[in-house]
């Protein structure tokens, strides 16, 4: 019961009865509010559940890739070629560093740091995404490593970064056959992207820039693992939650030989030149040098702009000279030419012409001098190799024609990628009138056709295609594509790459490969061969072929020096050839610029390499590739590509 | 436990809780709710002892607090209201010419040998102000007094939002108007008042909120806007509440907290960091434990002797529950971050004080009665 009075005569009663609705009132509004609350958490907690434990997680879970440990790569003797070696890395972060400048000069007070150094990370920075951590200074000693770390705590956005780094024990010896890893660029990044292997490289800092490292990359480079960890709102790890681990990259065995490969430089002695070894029952590459070399160890850690500018010399050692190195193959294909004429039933075994000492077409002026100005008088198909006989080649070619050479030659990969196992190769040229016809808009002339018999002309080889010929005429016709990769072993097992066989070149006669190969053997061990004297004493027969070519070394628009040009004008010196004779093992090609003589330059070197390799009392360690148990089992071919 | 408390019984042998000016079921409330303050600190500060331990401490001082606010016969409080609320506000003014700076507000008063909030204590002197300045006259208030208690809140109110102390100054109005409310303002001052408080907050928007609560209040209006920045409490709070489910991660599981992707986990968000590791349905009996506190002093305001007691005790208590919902609202994405702490379990002695001394002179208007009616 409550009345309504406005007295001044204050109502107890229904002052209670007002303070009392007006409490109930606010506890209801109470209740309400609480239940809004618990509405709004329901909704939270129950309705959103799902999204709000998703963004928890995202919150402290990261997935973090682990690198595989890049494959080992060996020689075929199990001799370890290129190895993992740790390397402390010094590298900021520029995301989380303020002041970049005061930065790496507090770095500067603590360990020394070249001005190379420092402009290559400053134009890192700019190329590259500001989270991700650049490199300062790489192969930090271990003092350096422990004056850093009691420093860290002054430094944020600096990081010591343990690695796994590339090192080549044999550095410039096998270079540009074996390559090398560099740190991934933006530009490999991109690509990675293209490719859509981005997740394979999450954490991976090097590629493969050269040779086999770059061809093999794949199978070197492994897959990566991850770790899923918990991390803090500053980014601590807290713990591992899981871990996948990597797959380590596949270690490879290459046929390289490195002790035949170490022979050869050596014997290159610094010279611009190549030294290529070929295994003919299998085109196994046994060595490929290239001369003049560089270490590869420099561009692991990133190679300052001093030593690069090193390596831009007019002696151009970065190019690869064996499979890029065009040079007009001279005498050394005198074998082949034969070969073409007697297959053209336009010479035999028996016809002999009179060498005057030079060789004229028929109402031409011209006249195309043979090496030895007073000719060799009467000359067959054996001394004309023997002698290296330049009449009796202008004539064999003069007779067969341009298109009778060219698909002859075609054959034996001249013009043709060799299809080495690396990427650097250049084709060279194999003359025809088609050829002429699209590079120069010119006909074909006959006079073209006559120095193409000595291997002049149009006609361009590389080492490792003129090492392939050679090695197809000891192998008589057997064609194999030469590899550098020898075997893989993986978690899989040992794998061992089969023998790339191409069909094999079929004569009309069979004899006429003997005829080829007794020419090459009288010149090696004939009494007045070109190399007689050279492999006198050997303790196998071989056969070979000198060369002595005119002129024209690699490269387009060289500047010369005007003191060099007489050298660089020099004639380069070749020998190919193959032992032993009745059982060949081993197929070599040796190119000397500006040598001088085959005969003299280069056969010798030649010599040194094949004695190493058939001394029976050097105790040659049987192929490791020989040694494995195949794993025929293994399912994951290899793939060269 | 001495509470055989049936009924009102006023001619009863006077209990135990009345000789110590005691009342045990809602100290047993309040108690409760410092359990969990410590075992959410423990949990929140990453199993610090130290921090547990210091709480504690601010919990005794408290509890000591309450105990001597509830000796004072609120007849006491009566008599010098108006003397408590001239020195109250002459302490707001002397703290904006002298106070000490902190945060980037002007809060405290330094003695030298101990740091004074003003603004805090006000909490309780202005209620005490409004209530002793309503009753003088018959119930419900007319337009006149109300307008004049709305003066008198207005002068602390504003002297605070100057300091600026957004979330105090909510809490001192809010301990004003309740008063007023439960004095019986008319239900058509009321409406006018929500009506006018459109271009109030238009007028306080330009005039008096600095650039960071305008911030603030952006932000609440849509966190996703600046994730990294003022936005980042409100987004990761959410998270840790949504994260914590119907049954919770289990206590020091939370990983928001644990991993501290919880901002100001102890003291303003620590419902977070409840909610995470209790889920909703240890929210719910956190908030009935809230509940019984605030029916129970309802209860006692409600039975309380005089209209004085009864509007004071009402007013302590609904303005217990503003922190309440403040804090809730604000970690939960429903209202504005300003800063209020969950009241009693969040870390911090200052609020627990005047809280503890709120909930003292509660017990006081139960436990101080004339013997007869």
Same mark, same amino acid.
């Given at each position: 019961m409550f009345l309504r009075h406005r007295t001044p005569i204050r109502n107890q009663t229904a002052e209670n009865s007002l303070f009392a609705r007006r409490a109930i009132i606010a506890f209801i509004g109470v209740l309400i509010l609480v239940g809004v609350l618990i509405a709004n958490l329901y909704n939270i907690q129950v309705n959103s559940y799902d999204t709000y434990q998703t963004k928890a997680n995202g919150n402290r879970i990261k997935i973090i890739p682990i690198a595989p440990n890049r494959g080992l790569i060996y020689d075929r003797?199990?001799?370890?070629?290129a190895e993992n070696k740790p390397s402390h890395t010094l590298e900021l972060i520029p995301e989380k560093i303020k002041d970049l400048h005061a930065t790496i000069e507090k770095i500067g007070t603590i360990v020394s740091l070249s001005d190379d150094e420092r402009s290559r990370f400053l134009k890192s920075v700019k190329r590259q995404r500001r989270f991700k951590s650049i490199t300062l200074?790489?192969?930090?000693?271990h003092a350096q490593v422990a004056q850093l770390s009691v420093n860290l705590h002054d430094l944020p956005g600096v990081v010591i970064e343990a690695r796994l780094k590339r090192y080549y024990p044999y550095g410039e010896i096998l270079t540009h056959t074996l390559g090398y890893v560099a740190r991934l660029s933006a530009k490999d990044e991109i690509k990675i992207e293209l490719d859509g292997e981005k997740a394979i490289y999450a954490a991976t800092k090097d590629i493969g820039r050269l040779g086999v490292e770059k061809y093999y990359q794949k199978l070197l480079h492994g897959l990566p693992g991850y770790q899923e960890i918990e991390v803090n709102n500053r980014g601590?790890?807290?713990?591992?939650?899981n871990e996948v681990l990597p797959e380590h990259g596949q270690d490879l065995y290459l046929n390289i030989d490195i002790r035949l490969q170490k022979k050869a430089y050596e014997e290159l002695a610094g010279r611009r030149g190549s030294v290529v070894a070929i295994d003919?029952?299998?085109?196994?590459?046994?060595a490929m040098v290239s001369s003049p070399s560089y270490d590869?160890?420099? %561009?692991? =850690?990133g190679i300052s702009t001093k030593n690069y500018k090193k390596l831009l010399?007019?002696?151009?050692?970065?190019?690869n000279r064996a499979t890029?190195?065009?040079?007009?193959?001279a005498s050394t294909i005198k074998q082949l030419m034969a070969l073409a004429a007697l297959e053209a039933h336009?010479?035999?075994?028996h016809t002999s012409i009179r060498d005057p000492g030079w060789y004229k077409l028929p109402n031409v002026e011209r006249k195309f001098r043979?090496?030895?100005?007073w000719g060799h008088g009467k000359v067959d198909v054996y001394k004309a190799m023997k002698k290296s006989c330049d009449t009796y080649f202008y004539d064999v070619a003069n007779r067969l024609g341009i298109d009778k050479i060219s698909s002859f030659m075609d054959k034996f990969g %001249?013009? =043709?990628?060799?299809?080495?196992?690396?990427?650097?190769e250049k084709r060279a040229i194999m003359p025809s009138r088609q050829w002429k016809k699209e590079r120069h808009n010119q006909p074909w002339y006959p006079g073209d056709t006559i120095s193409l018999g000595i291997g002049q002309s149009y006609w361009t080889t590389t080492p490792i295609q003129l090492a392939n010929s050679v090695s197809i005429v000891a192998a008589s016709g057997k064609r194999y594509t030469p590899q550098l990769l020898g075997a893989s072993q993986s978690s899989n097992g040992f794998l061992q790459l089969p023998a790339d066989e191409k069909p094999q070149i079929i004569l009309?006669?069979?004899?006429h490969w003997r005829i080829a190969q007794k020419g090459m053997w009288e010149v090696v061990n004939?009494?007045?061969?070109?190399a007689y004297r050279v492999f006198k004493g050997a303790k196998y027969q071989s056969a070979g072929k000198t060369g002595t070519a005119q002129l024209i070394s690699i490269g387009e628009d060289e500047k010369y020096d005007a003191e060099k040009i007489n050298a660089r004008h020099r004639d380069n010196a070749m020998y190919v050839g193959y032992a032993p004779?009745?059982?060949?093992q081993i197929a070599i090609t040796v190119v000397i610029e500006n040598a001088g003589g085959g005969g003299s330059s280069a056969a010798p070197i030649a010599r040194k390499v094949l004695d190493l390799y058939l001394d029976s009392s050097l105790n040659k360690t049987p192929s490791l590739v020989a040694n494995q148990v195949v794993n025929?089992?293994?399912?994951?071919a290899l793939h060269a590509h | 436990m001495p509470t055989n408390k049936t009924g009102t019984g006023f001619s009863k042998p006077e209990p135990l809780s009345h000789k110590i000016h005691l009342d045990f079921p809602l100290l047993a409330g309040l108690l409760a709710l410092m359990c969990v303050s410590l075992v959410v600190i423990y949990s929140a500060s990453g199993e610090s002892i130290a921090m547990v331990k210091r709480q504690g401490l601010n919990m005794i001082v408290s509890l000591t607090a309450m105990v001597i606010a509830a000796q004072f016969n609120p007849t006491f409080l009566r008599r010098w209201a108006v003397l408590f609320f001239i020195i109250g506000v002459g302490l707001l003014v002397a703290t904006l010419l002298f106070g000490h700076v902190g945060k980037g507000a002007q809060r405290w008063i330094d003695f030298g040998f101990a740091k004074f909030q003003p603004s805090e204590s006000m909490k309780l002197t202005l209620p005490i102000m409004i209530a002793h300045y309503i009753t003088r006259?018959?119930?419900?208030?007319?337009l006149k007094h109300i307008f004049f208690g709305a003066v008198i809140i207005a002068i602390p109110v504003l002297l605070i939002s100057k300091q600026p102390d957004l979330g105090t100054s909510i809490l001192v109005g809010s301990a004003g108007v309740f008063a007023l409310f439960l004095a019986g303002m008319n239900w058509k001052i009321i409406g006018s008042l929500i009506v006018a408080a459109v271009p109030f907050s238009m007028m306080m928007w330009y005039f008096f909120l600095h650039d960071y609560q305008r911030r603030r209040v952006l932000t609440f209006l849509n966190?996703?806007?600046?994730p990294h920045g003022s936005g980042y409490h409100i987004i990761q709070s959410k998270i840790a509440i949504g994260s914590g489910?119907?049954?919770?991660?289990?206590w020091l599981n939370g990983t928001q907290s644990q991993l501290e992707f919880l901002p100001e986990r102890h003291t303003d968000f620590i419902f977070s960091v409840f909610s995470e590791e209790f889920g909703l349905k240890g929210v719910i009996i956190l908030l009935a434990l809230y509940l019984f506190v605030i029916g129970r002093s309802l209860f006692i305001a409600n039975n309380a002797q005089d209209p004085f007691s009864k509007i004071l005790a009402g007013a302590i208590t609904l303005t217990f529950f503003v922190y309440l919902f403040v804090n809730i609202g604000m970690v939960s994405g429903?209202?504005?971050?300003?800063?209020?702490?969950?009241?009693?379990?969040?870390?911090?002695?200052t609020s627990m004080i005047t809280l503890m001394s709120g909930f003292g002179i509660i017990m006081a208007i139960h436990t101080h009665r004339k013997v007869n009616k």
């Open positions: 003797n199990g001799i370890i070629l200074k790489s192969r930090l000693t601590r790890v807290v713990r591992v939650l003919p029952n299998n085109g196994a590459v046994l590869p160890n420099l %561009f692991v =850690h010399s007019v002696d151009k050692p970065l190019i890029m190195g065009t040079y007009p193959p336009i010479i035999d075994e043979d090496h030895l100005a %001249f013009g =043709h990628y060799s299809g080495l196992d690396i990427h650097e009309q006669d069979e004899n004939s009494n007045g061969g070109t004779f009745e059982n060949p025929t089992s293994a399912t994951g | 006259y018959a119930l419900p208030a007319t966190p996703e806007t600046d489910g119907l049954d919770g991660k289990g429903l209202l504005p971050v300003v800063g209020v702490p969950l009241p009693l379990v969040s870390y911090g002695g």
